[in-house]
Nanobody
Framework: QVQLVESGGGLVQAGGSLRLSCAASGMIVSIIAMGWYRHAPGKERELVGRITGGGETNYAAFVKGRFTISYDNTPNRVYLQMNSLKPEDTAVYFC????????????????WGQGTQVTVSS
């Protein structure tokens, strides 16, 4: 099986910082990229930031230099440093792996974590 263990979410005041971490383990054949997405109530799930194994990054426009994604491939771990948080950043943040993983005997091209709640108070 594959496990994505997310941590670092919580409650913070506006202007504060949080650092999310996601550790990937298990039947991972290859990783093309890891990323963070978020899902706020009443909205679609959206990309926050993504990083490839080669270190290329892309961010959603709303990040505007506030967040930084980084990747440590020994082991497979991705981080999201979030600074200058705003109430509108409140959402469940999900870790995602793009690549080839084996789950229950099936080969998948991406896999999701369970999510971690980030709440920013005004």
């Amino acid at each position: 099986q594959v496990q994505l263990v997310e941590s670092g979410g919580g409650l913070v005041q506006a202007g504060g910082s949080l650092r999310l971490s996601c550790a990937a383990s298990g039947m991972i054949v290859s990783i093309i990229a890891m990323g963070w997405y978020r899902h706020a109530p009443g909205k679609e799930r959206e990309l926050v930031g993504r990083i490839t194994g080669g270190g290329e990054t892309n961010y959603a426009a709303f990040v505007k230099g506030r967040f930084t994604i980084s990747y440590d491939n020994t082991p497979n771990r991705v981080y999201l440093q979030m600074n200058s948080l705003k109430p509108e950043d409140t959402a469940v943040y999900f870790c995602n792996v793009e690549g080839t993983v084996v789950v229950g005997g099936s080969v998948l091209n991406d896999y999701w974590g369970q999510g971690t709640q980030v709440t920013v108070s005004s």
